[in-house]
């Protein structure tokens, strides 16, 4: 699996968490969330760096808009430290990456 696949899955399950804790306890996405993987998908599809990407914080060019930036970093804030309880592999991967 490459890098931005990889990045996906993170994403996807940060935002499932997120979504699960805020919106609904379910394993679908709210149509909220659900753009916001779609937009987060559409960015790393059209990465620049592609597989020489770095962890979008570190990133020199930030290509989110504004509001989405602010969206998915209240997903990040919320999911990034309960993703060692409820995924560790994917927290590992993305650690060691």
Request: hydrophobic share 30%; with cysteine.
């Amino acid at each position: 699996m490459g890098k931005i696949e990889s990045e996906k899955q993170s994403v996807y399950r940060m935002i499932r968490l997120y979504c699960r804790k805020k919106h609904m306890p379910s394993d679908d996405l709210c149509p909220e969330c659900e753009t916001l993987k779609q937009y987060a998908f559409l960015k790393l599809d059209n990465c620049r760096f592609k597989d020489d990407k770095k962890a979008c914080r570190y990133c020199p060019a930030h290509c989110y808009q504004k509001d989405m930036r602010v969206e998915i970093r209240k997903v990040m804030q919320l999911s990034g430290p309960r993703m060692i309880l409820y995924d560790p592999v994917v927290v590992f991967k993305h650690l060691f990456n």
